[in-house]
């Protein structure tokens, strides 16, 4: 594929050679896209070359540029702004590369080698005491879709999960269930699994608060009344009896834990992600024990008076770190660690990147650090995908707790959203009850993908379901009405008989709707790059808004299929067909769906 970038900053090298006799360092030599209220593509900034010049910035951004004009053909014309030259590039020039690329069905993809760098990507890492909620999903939407640009931009990628399948939290759905249960599963009560263990979940909660209310009317402290309520004490042995491999224990275990997984795969499914391998902490948090031992034989870790092991960061400009409790037991630190180092016994992997909310940006400092120190060379090739949280507008929706926003609930009021601004607005008229489904689901879930992944990660959110659904603004149906536009033309264009070709006249004249439509496809791939290299699919989300938003403004001034120059029509047809091929791929790397129709 043309690049233009290289080419014109090997044009210039052979400008300043030829004018001033001296050849400068590529660095030197600055292209940048130029700014929008000025004429031109690209932009070269001069004041770095003045030493050679000895000129004023405009008469050396002159000279330059009518070196290039003469002499580069991929140059139509140049203007010069102070110490900035501007380039104008020929029509045939963008021709060219829209007949070269259009073959290419990947475009804007790399394909991984065997020797192409391996990472990992965490993501989800649920606590089965409960179902997924509204930050899970930008967890899962954030990783899912940074696996896939990760992959397009040629890295080979394994997607994992981590279950966080014990501890004191599970023990209480167990425990609720156990007391007040009375045998119910999720086949007897029509409920999702994941959702019948979150209600048992919230019933201990709300026994457990009776009893340390009894407790403190009987004149206990509250402190004391939360460590001794009858519930928390039986909910401490069960989880040493689990820890003990209790034969009744682990079978409740394991048979709730059931329930749960088979809801977490039933809403997967409907947020479109997946995972090649499951962890579960049940089988990791003992390895990272023996671990933190070995290092404290090392005198890498420190042992206090009580028994419980530390390590020392303030060297590091942090402070001191627990690992193992006083009474033996781990804490997610020493779990962290035994997992980490599992995975790259398990897997030749390069980076391994942790998607994880941004309150836990200390704690991934603290494992490298940690892990440096005993010694693993890859430590430093751990990554934390920070993101900040995202809450919905106060009494948009509420939960079955009425507190936390599941998953499920959010689906399917976007689903519902969808439902009535579509018939709102007609885009169901002449549908089959199948295929209004179909397009409902498809418009609901890509406005709530769209809407998560089109903020900077690293930035809290305020998730709107009904604004998300706007077909007109920066939203996810917005693009896939676009592309359904463009797929109405072609099928329209096949229709009449129309063929499209790749072979386009090089000498159409180019208006400048047509120019910011290839310019934008020529793009994509460096999006590709940049997003991967940052690890944000919000660029990918607004780069292809803004290409739609280009479309629609060419559409809308020029016509395509009436068109009576048969070139101009054959090469505003390809110009549809590779910018419907660009929101396609764009929008899978967001893990949203491109209809056809809509």
């Known amino acids: 594929m043309i690049n233009l970038e290289k080419i014109l900053t090997q044009h210039a090298v052979e400008a300043v050679m030829a004018l001033y006799g001296i050849q400068p360092d590529e660095n030197l030599l600055q292209v940048q896209q130029t700014r929008k209220e000025f004429e031109g593509n690209y932009t070269f900034v001069v004041f770095p070359l003045l030493k050679i010049s000895k000129q004023s910035p405009e008469a050396t951004a002159t000279a330059i540029g009518e070196y290039l004009q003469t002499n580069c053909k991929e140059i139509a014309r140049f203007n010069v702004i102070k110490g900035f030259l501007n380039l104008v590039i020929a029509d045939a020039c963008w021709l060219q590369f829209l007949s070269e690329t259009t073959i290419d069905t990947h475009y804007g993809c790399a394909e991984a080698s065997g020797e192409s760098p391996q990472k990992m990507i965490e993501y989800s890492s649920p606590n089965t005491n409960k179902p997924l909620h509204l930050g899970h999903i930008r967890n899962n939407l954030l990783g899912y879709s940074l696996a896939k640009i990760l992959a397009a931009a040629g890295h080979r990628i394994i997607k994992v999960n981590l279950v966080n399948d014990r501890g004191i939290h599970i023990c209480k759905s167990m425990l609720a269930w156990k007391h007040w249960g009375n045998g119910e599963t999720p086949a007897s009560s029509g409920k999702k699994g994941d959702h019948l263990v979150g209600d048992y979940y919230v019933k201990f909660d709300v026994e457990y608060k009776k009893e340390i209310e009894r407790l403190t009317g009987e004149g206990m402290s509250r402190e004391e009344a939360e460590r001794k309520a009858p519930l928390i004490l039986e909910a401490q042995e069960m989880l040493r009896k689990w ?72 060297a590091d400009g942090l402070d001191e770190k627990l690992l193992l409790r006083s009474d033996g037991t781990s804490v997610y630190m020493t779990q962290d660690i035994g997992t980490a180092c599992q995975r790259f016994e398990e897997y030749d992997i390069d980076e391994l990147v942790y998607v994880v909310g941004n309150e836990q940006d200390y704690h991934f400092k603290v494992l490298s650090l940690v892990l ?56 169901l008229d002449g549908l089959s009850t199948d295929e209004a489904e179909k397009i409902v689901k498809t418009i609901g879930m890509g406005a709530l993908k769209y809407f998560m992944l089109k903020v900077d990660p690293k930035k809290n959110m305020l998730f709107d379901p009904k604004e998300s659904i706007d077909f007109n603004g920066n939203t996810g149906p917005f ?87 048969t070139n101009v029509r054959a090469f505003r047809l390809l110009l549809s067909k590779d910018t419907a091929q660009v929101i396609r791929t764009a929008l899978d790397l967001l893990g949203i769906d491109s209809p056809e129709r809509m």
């Open 479 to 565: 693009i896939q009405y676009t592309h359904a536009r463009i797929q109405s033309v072609l099928r329209k264009a096949a229709e009449s008989g129309i063929e499209i070709r790749t072979d386009i006249d090089t000498n159409i004249k180019l208006n400048g709707k047509e120019i910011e439509l290839i310019h934008a496809i020529y793009d994509f791939p460096g999006t590709v790059k940049a997003a991967a290299e940052t690890f944000s699919p919000a660029l990918i989300a607004n780069y292809v808004y803004e290409l739609a938003k280009e479309y629609n403004q060419f559409y809308h001034d020029y016509s395509i299929l009436k068109e009576e120059n």
């Open 243 to 314: 820890e003990a491999k209790d034969p009744e224990t682990i079978a409740l275990w394991e048979t709730m834990n059931g329930w749960v997984y088979d809801g977490f795969d039933v809403t997967y499914k409907r947020l479109g992600v997946d995972f090649d391998r499951i962890y579960y902490e049940s089988q990791t948090y003992l390895s990272g024990k023996e671990i933190v031992a070995e290092g404290l034989r090392k005198k890498i870790f420190y042992q206090k008076p009580d028994g419980s092991v530390w390590v020392d960061l303030t």
């Open 372 to 427: 440096g120190k005993l010694g693993y060379p890859w430590a430093k090739n751990l990554k934390h995908m920070s993101y900040g949280m995202v809450e919905l507008p106060d009494g948009k929706m509420k939960s079955r707790e009425g507190t936390v926003v599941d998953a499920d609930d959010l689906m399917d009021e976007m689903t519902e959203t969808a439902r009535d601004m579509s018939r709102e607005l007609g885009k």
